[in-house]
């Protein structure tokens, strides 16, 4: 089983749609989570941190299911601009800062 | 903003090369790594450096060695190139609290 694992998709969605993804971890003593961002031919970077709490920032929204081992990702109102890879990102917390990634779940928004 | 730069962003080697990729990082930050990115594979360590003079094998450190004689140098290198090392690759660097990772803009390698 792998460490993290998402759906890669692709989702195709209109303009101003919701849309959300997942992302289950194996490892129960995880500690940190992240989605990050990826356009085609780019580096990922950070989208936001996952808290215990769950977070929003703007029309995105992170929540963390500790009991189910998943994390998920809303983007509500979604704009063209959003199209890009989303990875899902897990610290295991058995050896420092090693962080693993899930493969990617791929978003197109169509006007 | 922290800074992950890394030296080339497009490389093509020919089969049984030395290869060097460097990665420089400007935020004095203790932690860097290797990945490479492939296709249905996503993001797969190759090896990480905790310290100066510190390595740590990653999931596919075969083929693969690495180097950091200065805290904000991180260099991979491929002692004999071969066709299926063809890939992405990407450096990463984090402080030691767990805040996540910032990428440099990754080095494209192709070798033939």
């Known amino acids: 089983r792998k460490e993290v694992e998402q759906d890669p998709g692709p989702f195709n969605v209109p303009e101003g749609a919701t849309v959300a993804f997942n992302c289950t971890y194996s490892n129960s003593a995880s500690q940190s989570f992240f989605w990050y961002r990826q356009d085609c031919r780019k580096e990922p970077k950070l989208l936001m941190s996952v808290y215990s709490s769950g977070n929003e920032d703007g029309r995105f929204t992170a929540q963390l299911n500790r009991a189910s081992q998943y994390i998920s990702l809303l983007i509500r109102d979604s704009k063209l601009s959003d199209s890009a890879t989303y990875l899902c990102?897990?610290?295991?917390?058995?050896?420092?800062?090693?962080?693993?990634f899930g493969t990617g779940t791929s978003l197109t928004v169509i006007p | 903003d922290v800074k992950v730069t890394q030296s080339s962003r497009y490389l093509v080697k020919r089969t049984g090369e030395k290869v060097f990729l460097e990665c420089v990082q400007d935020?004095?930050?203790?932690?860097m790594f290797w990945y490479r990115q492939d296709p249905g594979l996503g993001l797969r360590l190759i090896y990480f450096s905790y310290d100066v003079k510190m390595k740590e094998k990653g999931d596919i450190p075969e083929g693969y060695s690495v180097s950091r004689e200065k805290k904000e140098r991180f260099s991979l290198i491929l002692e004999s190139a071969s066709t299926n090392q063809t890939s992405m690759y990407l450096c990463?660097?984090?402080?030691?609290?767990?805040?996540?990772?910032?990428f440099g803009s990754g080095t494209r390698l192709t070798v033939v």
């Open positions: 990463a660097s984090s402080p030691g609290d767990w805040n996540g990772y910032t």
């Open positions: 935020m004095d930050h203790e932690n």
């Open positions: 990102v897990v610290n295991m917390g058995n050896t420092g800062n090693q962080f693993y």
